[in-house]
C-alpha cells in the first residue's frame, strides 16, 4: 500500500504480459522482489472489503469445518 510507482510497473509488465503471451497458462516470471519480508507486510486494508464483510459468517463456518477436520 502506498507504493504507487511500483504498482504502476508491475500492472504494466502485467499489461505487457497479456499482450504478449503466446498461449493461456503460460508463466512469466517478472523481475519485482518485494520491497518488506513477508512476516512484515502491511497489505490488508483498514477496513473490511464489502465482498468479505458479505460473506464473513459463511467464511467462520467453513474454516470451522476445516479446522475440525485435522
Do not use: C, N, Y
Request: proline content about 10%; overall charge positive.
Amino acid at each position: 500500500m502506498g507504493d504507487r510507482e511500483g504498482q504502476r510497473k508491475v500492472l504494466l509488465k502485467t499489461l505487457e504480459v497479456l499482450e504478449k503471451a503466446k498461449k493461456p497458462g503460460e508463466v512469466w516470471h517478472l523481475p519485482f522482489t518485494w520491497p518488506e519480508e513477508p512476516k512484515k507486510t502491511d497489505w490488508q486494508p483498514p477496513e473490511m472489503s464489502p465482498i468479505v464483510k458479505f460473506f464473513l459468517e459463511d467464511i467462520k463456518k467453513v474454516r470451522q469445518r476445516e479446522a475440525e477436520k485435522i
